[in-house]
């Protein structure tokens, strides 16, 4: 008996996801959605068909074999665009909107941060901050990071 939760996992010539269910059923089109995307992304993973229900549950996406979870999280990647932000270079007021110069693991980008409520802090110094544009910029550890970007950062928080 085999411990995957569905028969085979593929991309097909248009390159959509198809699963192969245990009874054998083809579905096209296949999305995976993390049920915890920030607080635990390895665990609780939905793989969800066009019509939005639920077709299999991945308990933990490191469990799966190789090709399985490897074509998950390329699925994953280009479905979650959250750059890391790595350093503050610069704001132009302290006062919001303001618009804040940032390096991230995708490069420099100027975003503009609406409200202080767009920087949501997720616990053990990780914070989640929203730019106007609805792109979502995450900070692991903001204790991390270098003394000028701590400092602009906290006139924020």
Known sequence: MSTLPFKDLQLDAFGRLVLTDLDGGEHVGVTPVRAHPI???DEGLSLVG???H???WVPRLAALPEGPRT???AELAQREFHPTLLRLLAVNTFATPSTWTVETDRGQVELVLKSEEDIRRLGE???M???SHGV???VP???ALDKHSRRLLERFL
């Open 39 to 41: 607080s635990a992304p």
């Open 50 to 52: 066009t019509h939005g």
């Open 54 to 56: 639920e077709l299999a």
């Open 71 to 73: 074509l998950l999280q």
């Open 125 to 127: 110094g990780r914070l």
């Open 129 to 131: 901050i929203t730019s």
């Open 136 to 138: 979502q910029y995450q």
């Open 141 to 143: 550890d903001r204790w």
